[in-house]
């Protein structure tokens, strides 16, 4: 089985986008892969962040991607601080990656882009996910597009660490899911649903209330020519809907748009369907939360399977680069 990472920050409530676009995705993977998940709370410090909010967070960022199907079982699912190494093998990394490389990261000009203060951590943000994925000889890195340059920067920074003290470190790709459901804004369907643009309505969460998701869904902007059809250029509310539906009922959004005439029938269909989806993510989100000790021990049973690999890797690296190994 090849191995696979990817990481997530604790941002707080995930939406339907991160759902579908990803988080769906990971948990498939899980039995075809040996995989593993990674809570990024050291990259979440690059942003302005009250402490008992990130600790919060991370937390709930835990039992959501265990709602969500994310089975320690059958991956690896731990918090980035848990194990040491990623901070670790990130120095050896910055002494390996240079200044224009991390200064040509669009992430890191969209940020920055206007503000007299920018954090260093910032900066070296994209040297940091280096280091997660190359600390557990990832071959796979399931990401969505913005996270391509990313895992670029790692497969050269890999590449450079290899040539110069010989063959140490997996050199990764990134995966970019082809198809999938590309979710978009329910307000703006012109747009993608994402938490810093979209307006509440135009957001579902994971874990929307079903009168939530009824409410928001009925809502939904759609347009005049009153035609169930898939078109997403011409039609992109319906053909989101349409989208919707599909994902969540396992068809395709042409066959699904067969079966209604009127917007009010798919919009029910559409709420319906994704409270049926969602429904087993909320019941488990609540069982967990009911044991929150439970979800500890889980972490720490991740970070110690993490720091397995994490510590060869490291020590391999330490290695090869010369630094003198303690006894
Ligand atoms: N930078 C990624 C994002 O914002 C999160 C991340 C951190 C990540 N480390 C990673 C993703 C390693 C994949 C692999 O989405």
């Known amino acids: 089985m090849s191995r696979v990472l990817s990481g997530i920050q604790p941002s707080g409530d995930l939406h339907l986008g991160n ?7 990971w948990a498939a993977d899980q039995d075809i892969h040996d995989a593993f998940y990674c809570i990024v709370d050291l990259h ?3 942003l302005d962040i009250d402490p008992a909010e990130l600790r919060s967070r991370t937390f709930e960022t835990a039992l959501d991607l265990l709602a969500a199907g994310l089975d320690p079982q059958r991956c690896t699912l731990f918090v980035q601080s848990h194990v ?3 901070v670790q093998l990130s120095w050896l990394l910055e002494c390996t990656a240079t200044m224009g490389e991390l200064s040509r990261m669009t992430q890191f000009k969209d940020k920055s ?3 007299d203060s920018v954090r260093v951590g910032l900066f070296t943000y994209p040297v940091l996910q280096c280091a997660d994925i190359l600390l557990y000889d990832a071959e796979r890195v399931p990401v969505g597009d913005d996270q391509r340059q990313h895992v670029e920067l790692a497969r050269e920074v890999a590449i450079r660490f290899n040539y110069r003290f010989g063959d140490t470190l997996v050199v990764p790709e990134a995966s970019i899911p082809k198809v999938g459901a590309r979710v978009m804004d329910l307000q703006h369907p012109e747009r993608k649903m994402s938490k810093s643009i979209s307006s ?3 957001t579902l969460l994971m874990l929307e209330e079903p009168e939530e998701i009824v409410r928001k869904v009925k809502k939904a902007v759609t347009d005049t020519d009153g035609e169930v ?3 997403p250029e011409a039609k992109p509310g319906v053909s989101n809907l349409l989208e919707l539906l599909a994902v969540a009922t396992g068809g395709t959004p042409d066959q699904v748009a067969g079966s209604y005439e009127r917007y009010g029938d798919l919009k029910s269909a559409t709420a319906d369907a994704l409270v049926e989806m969602l429904r087993p993510i909320r019941e488990r989100r609540d069982v967990l939360a009911a044991d929150p000790g439970a979800v500890f021990r889980l972490l720490a049973l991740g970070a110690a399977k993490a720091r397995e690999t994490a510590s060869a ?5 330490a290695e090869a680069i010369g630094l003198l190994t303690p006894e």
């Open 200 to 202: 509440p309505l135009g």
């Open 229 to 231: 059809r898939y078109d």
């Open 84 to 86: 040491t190494e990623h």
């Open 44 to 46: 979440a410090l690059t």
């Open 313 to 317: 890797t490291y020590g391999r690296a």
């Open 113 to 115: 882009a206007g503000k």
């Open 19 to 25: 759902y579908l676009g990803a988080i769906r995705n």
